[in-house]
């Protein structure tokens, strides 16, 4: 056995992480655990449908499907509108603008890590593209209909903020 880790112990693994209570290695591993079940889940449904896995997706669709995650995380994660579905594991820091909040995880536990998780857009998008590709391939008429609003909505972002650019300039 390894110093520090006598008899097949485990509680040595984790103690690098004790100095810093902000971590909840416990809650981070629920959420892992949960985003794997899904993923489990996903291959259950496609096993007991009796369709198979996509060879490849194709370029066009990861395309459409990485936008509308990009889109969905940024609202997701910093919109006003959806503040209320974040409310339960976050606090207010102030409002940044009619659109945009920004936002705290509080709690600890769980509690803390899921509020981590919904103010991330980097985090949040990772599940978000994992949602829009097994709807793919499980319903693909359906996630590329709400896929493509999302990717409308996000190139409408652009030619909004290329026209206020444009503006500035005048």
């Known amino acids: ?15 690098g992480y004790k100095r810093n209570e902000d971590i909840s290695l416990r809650s981070y591993g629920l959420l892992a655990g949960l985003f794997n079940a899904l993923f489990a889940l996903f291959l259950l449904v496609m096993r ?4 198979s ?3 490849r997706i194709e370029a066009r ?6 936008m509308a995650a990009h889109k969905l995380s940024l609202v997701g994660a910093e919109d006003a509108v959806t503040s209320p579905l974040r409310a339960p594991f976050t606090e207010l820091r102030e409002k940044e603008s009619p659109k945009k909040l920004d936002e705290k ?4 536990g769980l509690r803390r890590s ?12 990772v599940w978000l593209a994992s949602f829009f590709t097994y709807g793919l391939v499980l319903a693909p ?10 990717a409308v ?15 500035n300039r005048s």
């Open 153 to 167: 909505v996000t190139v409408s972002d652009h030619l909004h903020q290329a026209y206020k650019a444009l503006m």
């Open 1 to 15: 056995m390894s110093e520090g880790n006598p008899e097949g112990n485990t509680e040595g693994i984790f103690e």
């Open 61 to 66: 669709d990861i395309a459409l499907l990485g």
């Open 105 to 108: 995880p509080r709690g600890d």
């Open 141 to 150: 008429r359906v996630t590329r209909l709400v896929a493509s609003i999302f």
């Open 114 to 125: 899921v509020g981590e998780l919904v103010t991330c857009k980097f985090c949040l998008s």
């Open 48 to 51: 007991g449908t009796g369709k």
């Open 53 to 55: 896995l996509p060879e």
